[in-house]
């Protein structure tokens, strides 16, 4: 099964950019989707196709995918930002495909 | 605007079968799109559990579910009720989690994200 590795945390100031990874192999050649979790809610699609924001995600939010590790990027972060973040591929290499989901990765806003 | 909303018992005994519906509103489960379970175990992330559809194959629909728990999902949809159910037999302690259910699109492409989430229900496995 394929695996997608993130690191547990990040950690940001208010104001400047994080970056939260999500490894794994050839990921450049899926497509990643990456989700928003705030503590006792929902997830919310926040990137999809690597790059793509649904309406009503702000600019600050951004993507890209190459070679082994796709990259969510929030830039100028804001407090309300604090979340745990997943990101998420479709796994074909078997007969019968299915999402996969990355450990998850817990931004802290200092 | 899409919502959904889960239901079902929110304690389950262990060796007995875990079971949720999902009411969709503002979209009709029979128009071709795939519906989904994902789980969340206390303190944990995200896991697929699987999804349906209304499809060609059988008039149960099309399923996909994750390997790890094929052999104990079921998944089935109500056309009528605009809902769709899962249940998850012979559950353990390490089924209590947090149950959503999910709206799967694929936009302009062929790789699914999950764009609406119910609010998700907590189910716990216990004596």
């Known amino acids: 099964s394929y695996v997608l590795a993130q690191p547990p945390s990040v950690s940001v100031a208010p104001g400047k950019t994080a970056s939260i990874t999500c490894g794994g192999s050839n990921i450049g050649m899926k497509s990643v989707h990456w989700y928003q979790q705030k503590p006792r809610q929902a997830p919310v699609l926040v990137v999809y196709?690597?790059?793509d924001r649904p309406s009503g995600i702000p600019e600050r939010f951004s993507g890209s995918n190459s070679g082994n590790t796709a990259t969510l990027t929030i830039s100028r972060v804001e407090a309300g930002d604090e979340a745990d973040y997943y990101c998420?591929?479709?796994?074909?290499?078997?007969?019968?495909?299915?999402?996969?989901f990355g450990g998850g990765t817990k931004l802290t806003v200092l | 605007q899409v919502q959904l909303q889960e239901s079902g018992p929110g304690l389950v005994k262990p060796s007995g079968t875990l079971s949720l519906t999902c009411a969709v509103s503002?979209?009709?489960?029979?128009?071709?799109?795939?519906w989904a379970w994902v789980r969340q175990a206390p303190g944990k992330g995200l896991e697929w559990i699987g999804e349906?559809?209304?499809?060609?194959?059988?008039?149960?629909?099309?399923?996909n579910y994750n390997p790890s728990l094929k052999s104990r999902i079921t998944m089935s949809m109500d056309k009528s009720k605009n809902q769709f159910s899962l249940k998850l037999t012979s559950v353990t302690a390490a089924d209590t989690a947090v149950y959503f259910c999910?709206?799967?699109?694929?936009?302009?492409?062929?790789?699914?994200?999950?764009?609406?989430w119910g609010q998700g229900t907590l189910v716990t496995v216990s004596s």
């Open positions: 349906i559809s209304h499809g060609e194959i059988s008039h149960g629909g099309s399923t």
């Open positions: 196709y690597d790059g």
């Open positions: 503002g979209d009709s489960i029979s128009n071709g799109d795939w």
């Open positions: 999910a709206r799967t699109s694929y936009g302009s492409g062929t790789s699914p994200f999950l764009d609406y």
């Open positions: 998420q591929v479709w796994d074909t290499s078997s007969d019968r495909p299915y999402v996969v």
